[in-house]
Structure formats: C-alpha cells, structure tokens
C-alpha cells in the first residue's frame, strides 16, 4: 500500500455544518479488513458464502474487503429493520446461499439472531464484526480471478430475485469500461446516496472509487428520503466528480430543493451525473440543469448509460467531451412493430435516451423467439458477451444455461440474455424496455413504462403506476395507479377512472381489461425506485391487492384466484 494515510471512505450520517462524518483511511480499512479476514479463513473455507447485512458504511467495507481478502463470498444483503419483506428477503438468501457466517453490527446482531433462529437458522454464526478481535490477519489473498467473490442479489422488480454470481476477475474487467464512459481517474471523490448492498450503490460507489485510490462518499440513504438537498450538500461539500441517482430523485431534488439551500451549493466540479438504473427524461434533465445552473450545474455533466445486473457498473454510454446526454424521438407506431423510425406529425412519439456506443463487451441485438440477430434500426432482446458479464446464477444451473450461455441462430454462443429490450442504430444502443415488462395485445408489444408515464397526465391525483398483463399471453392490460393524498371521499373516482381509459384509448387505441385505484405507498419499489410490477401480479391474482375503488373487466376478474393461466 503506498498512501495508507489516504482517505479512502467518508461516511456523512447528517446534513448541515455540525454533521457527523466519519472518515476512513486507507490503511485502517486495510487493517481491519485483514483482520477480519484472519477470523473468517480460520472458521471456515475458501468459498463460503458470507451475508454482509450491516448499515454502517465502514463495517460494510470493511465485510466486504474481509470476504475478497479471505476467498469467501460475499453476499451482500438490506438490514431488514421492521419491513417484512427485507426480514423475508434475509432468510430467502440464506436459505438459497447456505451461507455460514453472517457479518453485522452490535446493534444489529440480536435481532438477526433471533429472526435467524426463529426459522430454523441457528446453526448460522452471527458475528458483530466490531467485536472480532486483534490479531495477526490475512494480508496475503487467497482467490484467483475464475474463484467466486461476490453473490448479487437481483431486485426482482418482475420476477423472484436471483443470487447473480460475480467473479474477482468479472470485477476487474468492470473497472475499465467504467473509467472510460464516466471519465474517472486515479484519487477520485465519488458517492452519492444510493443503498451500498446494491447495483451502482456497491459497484459504482464503494468498489470503483477504492479500485481508483481514491474516496468514496457514502450518503444515508435515509437523511436523503428525509431532507434531498442533503446529497447535493455531499456533492458540493466534498467536491465528487461522480455521483449517481435514479431519475426520480434527480426530480425530487427540483421539486424540494429551496433558494436557501441552493445559495450554499458548488456543484462546478460535479463532471458526470450518473441515471440508474435508467435514463433521465429529457424534461427532467432540462429542468435540472435550469434549476441548478446557478450553482454550478452544467447540462452536459449527465451521463446516460446501459448496465444491467449481472455486469458490475456498466457496458456502454459516452465518454467525457461527448455534450450534453443526447435522446432520439421515435414513432411510437413503428416502435411497436420492433423498428426505430422518426416521429410522424400528428402521431403519437417517443422519446428514447441514447445510451452510447457499447464498451469492452460484444453487444448483439437478438429476435427473443427466433434468436436471429436482428440488424441496425430493429427492437429486440439485448445480448451481451465479455469478460466484465458475470457467470451465471447461484445454484440454479438450468437457469444460468438459459440465460447465461444462450446461442443466437447463427451458432454464436455464450451470451448473457439480459431480458432487456433495445435497438442498435448507427452503433449506438437504445433501451426500450423489459421483454418481461412488455404487455401484448392483439399482436402489439407495449412498453409498461410508456403506459405508465402516459396515464400519469390525465389528473393531479394520480401519483406512482404501474402496468403489466395478465392471462395466458399476457393479453389483459392491467393498470394500477396510487391516489395522491389521503382524503378520497370527494372525488370522483368513477369518473377519474373514466378518463384514464379514455386516454388510453385516444393514445394507445387499447381498453384495459382493469383500471385499479389504490391508496399511497401501494405500489411496491426496489431500492431504487424500480416498480415491482411481478409482486403486484401476484397480489392482484392473489385476491390481496386493496382497491379504493376499481372497474375490472370479466376476463380478468375470472383469472383472480385462479393463477395467471
């Protein structure tokens, strides 16, 4: 180690000029890293799995540098707190993983313990990794770049979350790709807020900035839901040159963001602003940079890019000097016959993002029946091949030969089936959405989003939506919309109702097979903001979706209890 007195990690738990912030340097991550890691090679082998469930930005480090150090695998994983579904989500993962340690917190270890040992897991140590004691440590790694390092669980926004193996060496290649689209470099500031257990939270926060020799500035999540401004204050305070958010809270910030607070903002030396896990829109972007052109802000800092979850960081976007994130309008007609063409006036138009040419990895754009590839200009499922793309599925080898190792008509194998949507045009990608998100009908393959976005402008009232198909083919369109507010008793709701399947057919020329009206905070996201649109299928055919009020066609209400046949 060659600047053991580098910061490499700044904690910020509070906003204003008296937050608490702690800061790590590089030598006592390593310090405690090994130390750990001494712990885990003694109690265990190479290859174990290991649950990282910890809050504290530096005990995370610190679990997750221990496992790379020690050749155990790392398993990263939300504190559950009191939400049910992370608390179901830790045993899932447990339980799928088989994993013998679990490395948490003293504030945390009781309640973990408890709810381990409650479904059958006592026999898993549960170990608060302040307590570990000083000793000699493991200075000298014990992987190779084929051997395991990492378990990433997916969010499961349309399906049951799967255990995505990423190898040291998927790592290593992840880092290159990076340094080229975002433009980073050796002693770097970068951070943001995003959940570190997770997607850009683990790769693009924490890991690239420690493989830069550089600083990572880990947010609270939490102080940003509470206050937004508290992530640009990061920005500005430690001067990161990378930050990343999903488009949501690019938004939030615009809306709740006051003078005061944007008076005490620098945000010159913000170079790329990332979007995950998709772009922002063209209006948000734009509204953005206005509001917080005074502080600094430049348009062209936006960077859009693709990288979906079994890839550490990204596999396309554009590199610094490319101007502002460029977006394509595109007919929305020829978009549902699988083809990028230009608007027609009086037609219905999209707007799609460029993600940028791909970067270290062959990217092929593929028919998802036929497995023909398709050429420039036609939508289909987009397939990856490098040496960045992870492995396969934990414990799920049928899966993982599906999905990992597909072969296009051609003879071509190998390739990740992302289940991604795109198009390729003058070798630039354009994401249009999830093969699984889609919703068919009569030979038509909508866009969930698109539905989604649209009916969101028929009243203020409607807040968060989401759309998905139900039935054999997915034939049935299913719309979902949250009420804003609390007090529904004076409105209207038959009405409401009414306009949105009015729009939908002056806009999409389709009738919903169900419109339902829902009360706010229904509508179940992933950490960072994904709909879940699987889980609220599965509440709807469950008979356990809770309508405020509903119009519900035959079809659908004979497929409720009865399976999604």
């Not at 998709?278 to 052109?293: H, I, K, L, N, T």
């Not at 997915?474 to 507010?485: A, C, I, K, S, Y």
């Not at 829902?518 to 509508?523: A, L």
Request: with cysteine; net charge neutral.
């Amino acid at each position: 180690m060659t600047a053991p007195g580098r910061q490499a990690l700044v904690s910020v738990a509070g906003s204003g000029a008296n937050a608490p912030v702690e800061r790590v340097t590089y030598g006592e991550l390593d310090r405690d890293a090994a130390t750990l890691a001494g712990w885990l090679r003694e109690r265990g082998p190479v290859g174990q799995r290991v649950l990282v469930l910890q809050s504290c930005p530096r005990l995370f480090a610190v679990s997750v540098l221990a496992c790379l150090y020690a050749g155990a695998v790392a398993v990263p994983v939300a504190v559950p707190g009191a939400s049910r579904y992370q608390a179901d989500r830790v045993l899932g993962v447990a339980r799928d993983t088989s994993a013998g340690v679990v490395l948490t917190d003293i504030a945390t270890a009781p309640d973990v313990s408890v709810l381990l040992a409650r479904h059958g897991y006592d026999r898993i140590s549960c170990l608060a990794v302040e307590s570990v004691p000083d000793g000699g440590g493991l200075y000298t790694p014990v992987s190779d770049a084929e051997q395991p390092a990492l378990v990433q669980y997916t969010s499961g926004s349309a399906r049951e979350p799967r255990g995505v193996v990423m190898t040291h060496g998927n790592l290593l290649a992840a880092q290159h790709p990076a340094v080229r689209v975002l433009g980073t470099r050796t002693g770097d500031r970068i951070g943001g807020w995003l959940p570190i257990h997770h997607g850009m939270g683990l790769f693009g926060q924490l890991l690239h900035p420690l493989w830069l020799a550089g600083t990572c500035v880990l947010v609270s999540p939490g102080l940003f839901d509470r206050r937004p401004a508290a992530w640009l204050e990061a920005v500005s305070a430690h001067r990161l040159r990378v930050s990343a958010a999903p488009g949501w809270a690019y938004d939030l910030c615009v809306r709740r963001v006051g003078d005061r607070e944007l008076a005490g903002l620098d945000l010159s030396g913000w170079e790329s602003a990332v979007s995950v896990p998709g772009p922002v829109r063209p209006e948000v972007q734009r509204a953005f940079a206005d509001r917080f052109a005074p502080a600094g802000f430049r348009p062209d800092a936006f960077r859009t890019c693709y990288g979906p979850a079994e890839v550490p960081v990204l596999v396309s976007g554009f590199g610094p000097g490319a101007g502002a994130a460029a977006h394509r309008a595109v007919d929305v007609a020829a978009l549902e016959r699988r083809e990028l063409r230009d608007p027609v006036p009086g037609r219905p138009a999209r707007t799609l993002a460029d993600c940028g040419p791909p970067v270290d990895v062959e990217l092929r754009i593929v028919d998802p029946v036929s497995r023909e590839v398709v050429p420039d200009g036609r939508c289909g499922e987009i397939w990856l091949r490098g040496p960045a793309v992870a492995h396969g599925y934990w414990n799920r080898p049928r899966e993982t030969s599906e999905t990992f190792e597909a072969r296009t008509a051609d003879g071509a194998h190998g390739f990740l089936r992302t289940g991604d949507l795109g198009a390729l045009s003058g070798g630039r990608l354009y994401v249009t959405g999830r093969l699984e998100d889609a919703v068919v009908l009569a030979g038509r393959r909508l866009s969930a989003g698109d539905l989604e976005r649209s009916v969101r402008q028929v009243s203020d009232l409607i807040g968060a939506g989401a759309a998905f198909g139900v039935g054999a083919e997915r034939e049935h369109v299913v719309v979902v919309l949250e009420l804003r507010g609390r007090n529904h008793y004076d409105v209207d709701l038959p009405a409401l109702v009414g306009a949105v399947r009015a729009h939908l057919a002056a806009e999409f020329q389709l009738t919903p097979g169900a419109v339902v009206l829902v009360r706010s905070g229904t509508i179940r996201r992933t950490a960072v903001g994904t709909v879940r649109r699987g889980e609220l299928r599965r509440l709807m055919l469950g008979g356990e979706l809770k309508a405020v009020h509903q119009q519900m066609g035959r079809e659908v209400r004979e497929l409720i209890g009865a399976g999604d046949a």
